[in-house]
């Protein structure tokens, strides 16, 4: 059973985070569905622009067996231009409510760096998880409020902007600087009293090539955080630029480094191919028993 009802105040534990009064148990992985509002992401970009659109893919991701419908309204790609906070909830506000009014017991992240995003969504349709890529520093109001809403928080590490993070990124060593930045950042929310966190190393988020197959052979150093881990590698450049194909052309090496990531210790897979993604687990899962 996902969800376990409770009456009484939450204290963490290691496999589960409280949402809208209910435990989200991660005892086993899980899948996170990409929804994708925006027209200029580097895979999907533009094919969720209507409602009917959008509507479909969250009963799709359902369907097929994800647990959390990931909702983001601006492109985080590298290179990717500014949008406004105004034109971010013009795209994401329509898109959230229809979703919550046509599947209301669906989980939900919103896929935003910003707390005015967070803090209008929240007053809109309640609770939620908050991804945010930038791990508190695109908004140094984030953590507070966080703290004030009371949400599950994913702490993304990123080195710089989406508009400059793949410009020549440079790390001494890059997992102890993850994990540096990773353990700042959790002290300091665990001190604002936030204890529903899932981290993120945040593949392809101001890494290269080489950056991000390190992580990914040292995945399970981020263990010692005692925490859920997500990871996102679909379709990414770390696949198709090393195999010289295209996003398109990126199912099967996404496959294979999911499965890399779940022998890694990955709690959550955060994916566009959710059918791909629930059956990786489930071999992975029989493999590991």
Do not use: C
Not at 58 to 72: K, R, Y
Not at 180 to 197: A, M, R
Not at 202 to 213: E, P, R, T
Request: glycine share 8%; charged share 25%.
């Amino acid at each position: 059973m996902l969800f376990q009802k409770i009456d009484k105040p939450f204290y963490r534990k290691k496999v589960s985070i409280q949402l809208n009064g209910r435990l989200l148990i991660l005892d086993h992985p899980i899948v996170m569905g990409i929804l994708n509002l925006t027209p200029d992401s580097f895979f999907d970009g533009g094919r969720y622009q209507k409602e009917g659109q959008l509507l479909r893919r969250a009963e799709e991701i359902l369907q097929q067996g994800g647990t959390i419908i990931d909702v983001g309204a601006v492109s985080t790609r590298p290179g990717a231009l500014e949008v406004s906070e105004e034109e971010e909830l013009g795209r994401l506000l329509p898109a959230v409510k229809a979703i919550r009014k046509e599947f209301p017991e669906a989980i939900l992240s919103i896929d935003s760096y910003r707390s005015g995003v967070i803090s209008k969504v929240y007053s809109e349709i309640g609770g939620f998880i908050i991804n945010d890529i930038s791990g508190g520093t695109l908004d140094p109001e984030m953590f507070e409020t966080v703290a004030r809403i009371g949400l599950p928080y994913i702490l993304m590490h990123m080195q710089g902007t989406p508009s400059t993070m793949q410009r020549n990124p440079v790390y001494l060593d890059v997992r102890k600087e993850v994990l540096l930045s990773l353990s700042e950042k959790i002290n300091s929310l665990k001190l604002l009293g936030v204890n529903d966190l899932i981290i993120d190393p945040g593949f392809g988020f101001g890494k290269n090539l080489q950056h991000n197959y390190q992580l990914l052979n040292e995945l399970d150093s981020f263990r010692l955080f005692e925490l859920p881990l997500l990871v996102g590698v679909s379709r990414k450049a770390m696949i198709w630029k090393l195999l010289e194909k295209s996003p398109e052309e990126s199912l099967n090496g996404t496959t294979v480094l999911n499965t890399l990531a779940l022998m890694g210790g990955a709690d959550i897979l955060r994916v566009h191919d959710v059918r791909e993604a629930v059956e990786t687990i489930q071999l992975v899962t029989e493999l590991k028993k």
